[in-house]
């Protein structure tokens, strides 16, 4: 992976805002947990991912890392490859009283990155680059599986949905120089023309879960 030399491929697209997407429809059928909770998720390079989550009230922490793999290749270099079975991915904790899982998945579709992608997102092009949502318990199996038929049905996205529902098994935290790497490379074109706008969507359409 060479997210550098993506930035041209990447400049050949359109970068448009899509339109919000509906708030999940379901109602909860059981109490929200108390206490610290983590999600883990993957949509493309977790660069963009973590800086969105990290802006979203109610989200304590956000880890860059790889996820769907085991321990031995859980490394850049490795996962770049594609065959690790590995996806850059992103360990969210959060305060369920202050935002739901539901809701960080409306953040994760709406503006976090493109679920009609298959193994790609943007410039960046191979399965450590795939849509995923790894769930911990049925729970949360659920309410992903409920939210992609709600979404399906609704037409608000141009292609059908791709994202994965898969159990979690492991987190691996990535490279120490990827973690907060938008706020650290704030004027690398790969970031500026890819990353940056999902902030300002992130702004534009969720004022209320939005923090500096």
Avoid at 4 to 20: P, S
Avoid at 100 to 117: G, I, K, M, N, Q
Avoid at 135 to 145: D, F, L, P, R, V
Avoid at 168 to 183: G, K, M, S, T, V
Wanted: hydrophobic share 40%.
């Amino acid at each position: 992976m060479k997210r550098l030399l993506g930035v041209v491929a990447g400049l050949l697209a359109v970068n448009t805002a899509r339109a919000q997407i509906p708030a999940y429809a379901v109602a909860p059928r059981v109490t929200p947990a108390k206490g610290e909770q983590v999600a883990v998720l993957a949509g493309g390079c977790f660069w963009g991912v973590d800086a969105v989550f990290k802006h979203v009230k109610g989200v304590e922490s956000v880890v860059s890392g790889y996820s769907g793999g085991g321990s031995a290749t859980a490394r850049y270099e490795i996962v770049s490859t594609g065959a690790t079975g590995h996806a850059e991915s992103v360990k969210i904790t959060y305060d369920p009283s202050q935002i739901s899982y539901s809701e960080l998945l409306r953040v994760f579709f709406s503006v976090a990155h493109d679920p009609t992608e298959l193994n790609r997102q943007g410039p960046d092009v191979g399965s450590q680059y795939r849509s995923v949502i790894f769930y911990s318990n049925e729970t949360e199996k659920q309410t992903a599986q409920a939210y992609i038929a709600q979404l399906s049905k609704t037409g608000v996205f141009s292609g059908p949905i791709v994202t994965q529902v898969v159990p979690f098994e492991r987190f691996y935290a990535a490279e120490d120089y990827h973690q907060n790497y938008l706020a650290n490379h704030t004027d690398q074109p790969y970031i500026a023309f890819n990353d940056l706008p999902k902030l300002k969507r992130l702004h534009q359409q969720f004022p209320t879960l939005y923090r500096e």
